[in-house]
């Protein structure tokens, strides 16, 4: 008797699901990062990306995705600020990115005070036609910053702000134009300075419709900001005033609209000597408009309000602002005070011909 015995089958190994995304190849998913470092609100929305997987990690510290970055990327608050955001900021800068450059640079030069590298920083980013580092560098030359008095240096000043502005920063425009019209490093032009103003309020309001046109379509909305001054106060109840850059500004023509946002290189500023972070040196100020924080790197470094000399300013353009924004409402002539220790030009009369 024959006895058949069947075979037993070796069972089968379950087929493995193909990963679709490991299929990618490098390039594409290399460009959709670079696409969303460009786009980021947030830091947490591009380190989120980082921390997914290892291949994401890996791709996200690409050079190319750096460099793309925005600056919004570049956002930290300074309660955050730590050794690792040091030195993703210097990859960054290694990658060529640009806004990294003038971030850095920032930190450096006014936070951590070392002036060297973040002066050479914020002129790697200018050099590249960076709008916000040729102004930030034309405020240092016009005070001095990190040196003496003497370390001023006017005309190059408005050399760095004449090209900022000629780049479009708002800013710098309106410091142009108060340069001219007071002649301050520059041959005084009271009609050409007055033009520049003009074309500095048409920026803003431009740029604040294409805001409301962004976030609102509705015209009624855009009507609604751009208010006259005598419904100021109805204004400010659909739109309350907070610190920082969020106050609604009185442009020079009558018009109510929201302060542009900061930078994130005057947010961390900002900050950073606000929350203590940093300490400020001994005599030494910040700058009164809420959206600069720029301190002083030696006593009496700013310009002070010539009517009240309470309140001081790194340059025209924030004191033209923050009478705009506040100062107008709060400023009332007190007797001269007399400081033995205070540079003479740093009370001018600049305050009495912006308010006027």
Request: with cysteine; proline share 4%.
């Amino acid at each position: 008797m024959t006895i058949h015995r069947k075979k037993q089958r070796t069972p089968r190994k379950p087929t493995e699901k193909s990963d679709l995304f490991d299929g990618l190849p490098d390039d594409l998913v290399v460009c959709i990062l670079s696409k969303l470092s460009s786009s980021a609100s947030s830091p947490s929305d591009f380190i989120n990306v980082l921390i997914t997987c290892k291949r994401l990690n890996q791709l996200g510290l690409h050079q190319v995705v750096l460099s793309k970055a925005g600056p919004r990327a570049f956002a930290v608050k300074a309660k955050n600020w730590s050794e690792y955001a040091h030195r993703f900021l210097k990859r960054c800068v290694n990658a060529g990115n640009v806004e990294a450059c003038y971030i850095l640079g920032m930190i450096r030069f006014y936070c951590l005070q070392s002036r060297g590298s973040g002066a050479s920083l914020m002129a790697k980013a200018a050099i590249k036609s960076h709008a916000p580092a040729l102004y930030s560098l034309s405020v240092i030359q016009f005070n001095g910053s990190g040196g003496s008095k003497n370390d001023k240096d006017l005309r190059a000043g408005v050399a760095l702000c004449a090209r900022a502005a000629f780049l479009g920063h708002i800013d710098a425009l309106r410091e142009l134009g108060h340069c001219l019209q007071d002649g301050y490093g520059v041959h005084r032009n009271i009609t050409e300075g007055r033009r520049l103003l003009v074309q500095a309020n048409a920026r803003e309001l431009a740029s604040v419709l294409r805001m409301v046109t962004l976030s609102s379509p509705s015209s009624r909305d855009s009507r609604c900001l751009l208010t006259c001054h005598a419904r100021r106060h109805q204004l400010q109840q659909h739109h309350p005033p907070i610190t920082g850059s969020g106050f609604s500004l009185l442009s020079d023509f009558g018009c109510n609209v929201p302060a542009p946002e900061a930078h994130p290189a005057n947010r961390f500023l900002t900050e950073w000597f606000g929350s203590g972070c940093g300490l400020l040196g001994h005599g030494l100020r910040l700058c009164s408009h809420g959206g600069c924080g720029r301190p002083e790197t030696r006593p009496h470094e700013f310009r002070r309000c010539s009517i009240c000399n309470l309140v001081n300013y790194c340059s025209r353009a924030c004191q033209a602002l923050d009478w705009k924004l506040r100062h107008k409402a709060e400023c009332a002539p007190i007797e001269q005070w007399i400081d033995g220790d205070g540079d003479g030009d740093n009370t001018d009369d600049e305050g009495a011909d912006i308010n006027a």
